[in-house]
């Protein structure tokens, strides 16, 4: 199992990989951990789903894994004045997080603030991923260190047009809801490990939320999980104004939502992108095998899904549909 001193003890390897006169690091670090790291970045984060560039058919370009994207105008498909917004190159070329010290890397993360304590804007959601453990947080970063470095030089971002001078306020652990399970029922620990995998290492709940950018908190914290968040549908190749505005959908278990859905129906929905009613889901929602939660474990599905079916209902009134 991983540990705290194991943890410690990679660290301080990795740190000695910015002293040129130190060996490769690679092989020193704990496989557990690298894994683990990879599995989150990977599938539960999604963050290759946005620092990834992709084809024409809108498939993450797996020969540029985690290698940025120059252009992220989709980002904020609702205000066509946000403009150029390149998602940086994570990996570890000189042109993307170069030996950035895995401490900073985790601020990055989890405190929006990048290299040189530059602030970076609420599209990177770090507001949602400032509660994820600190046993995650290091092996997400330690992760990146292992990327294959790619040279991939992107443009700097430029001003935006709304008041951006500190980083969106953190999503308040108490203000995400907890599954309405009785602690007697023997589901209600997994629900609680759905909790932390929708809301905190995870960004279900990012997209799922409406959402404002400007906002000191973007996320509407009264209406967590009940969807109506303004996305930039699949083709986000096409520059504006050709993009078409889609919604997320309510998460929660009312008429407007997931009502009448079992744990096993959203397992299904996520993995494979088809849902109850045998539709296929529409992009970004990145399920099915070419999106981040194609690789989620059955275990973890499951309990993402037995937590959104007892979250307490919210009325999200009428979202329109992609189809
Ligand atoms: C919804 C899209 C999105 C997701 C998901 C996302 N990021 Fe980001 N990330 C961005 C954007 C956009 C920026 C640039 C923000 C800015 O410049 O203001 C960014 C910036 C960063 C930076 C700062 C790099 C630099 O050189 O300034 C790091 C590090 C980072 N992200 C890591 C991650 C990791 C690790 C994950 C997964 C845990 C992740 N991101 C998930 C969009 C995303
Ligand atoms: C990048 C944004 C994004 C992320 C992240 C995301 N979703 Fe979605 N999701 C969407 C959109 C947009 C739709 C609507 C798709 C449609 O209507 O076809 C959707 C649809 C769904 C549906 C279908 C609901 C219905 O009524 O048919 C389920 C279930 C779902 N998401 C669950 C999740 C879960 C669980 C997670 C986290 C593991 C998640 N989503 C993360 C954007 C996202």
Redesign the pocket.
């Given at each position: 199992m991983r540990t705290f001193s194991s943890v410690a003890l990679v660290l301080s390897l990795v740190a000695c990989s910015s002293d040129p006169q130190a060996p490769p690091n690679t092989g020193l670090v704990d496989p557990a951990i690298v894994a683990r790291g990879d599995y989150l970045a990977r599938s539960v984060a999604?963050c290759g789903?946005c620092h990834t560039p992709r084809d024409a058919a809108g498939n993450l370009d797996m020969s540029m894994w985690m290698a940025g994207v120059a252009d992220r105008f989709d980002l904020v498909p609702e205000d066509p004045n946000v403009g150029q917004i390149p998602a940086p190159n994570l990996t570890p070329d000189p042109t993307g997080l170069g030996a950035m010290p895995v401490a900073q890397i985790i601020r990055a993360i989890r405190e929006g603030i990048g290299p040189g304590n530059r602030v970076m804007t609420p599209l990177m959601p770090s507001y949602v991923f400032h509660n994820m453990t600190d046993e995650d947080a290091h092996a997400i970063a330690i992760y990146l260190k292992t990327l294959r470095p790619i040279d991939n030089k992107l443009p700097t971002r430029q001003p935006l047009p709304i008041p951006l001078d500190k980083p969106a306020s953190p999503v308040p652990e108490s203000a995400i809801p907890h599954t309405t399970l009785p602690s007697s029922n023997p589901q209600s620990v997994r629900a609680e490990h759905g909790r932390y995998?929708?809301a905190e290492v995870?960004?279900?709940m990012?997209?799922?939320t409406h959402w404002v950018l400007g906002r000191d908190q973007p996320l509407d914290l009264d209406a967590l999980f009940a969807g109506n968040r303004a996305?930039s549908a699949r083709d986000w190749t096409v520059p504006p104004p050709a993009r078409r505005v889609?919604?997320?959908?309510n998460?929660t278990p009312h008429k407007s939502?997931?009502d009448k859905?079992s744990p096993q129906d959203?397992q299904v929905?996520?993995k494979t992108g088809i849902?109850?009613s045998q539709?296929?889901?529409?992009?970004?929602?990145?399920?099915g095998p070419f999106g981040a939660?194609g690789g989620?474990t059955d275990s973890d599905t499951l309990d993402?899904g037995l937590y959104?079916t007892s979250l307490p209902p919210i009325d999200s009134g009428d979202i329109p549909?992609?189809?």
């Open positions: 999604g789903e995998l929708a995870g960004f279900c990012d997209c799922h996305l889609i919604y997320s959908t998460l939502g997931l859905w959203v929905a996520i849902d109850r539709t296929q889901l529409c992009r970004p929602m990145p399920s939660f989620l993402i959104l549909s992609c189809q």
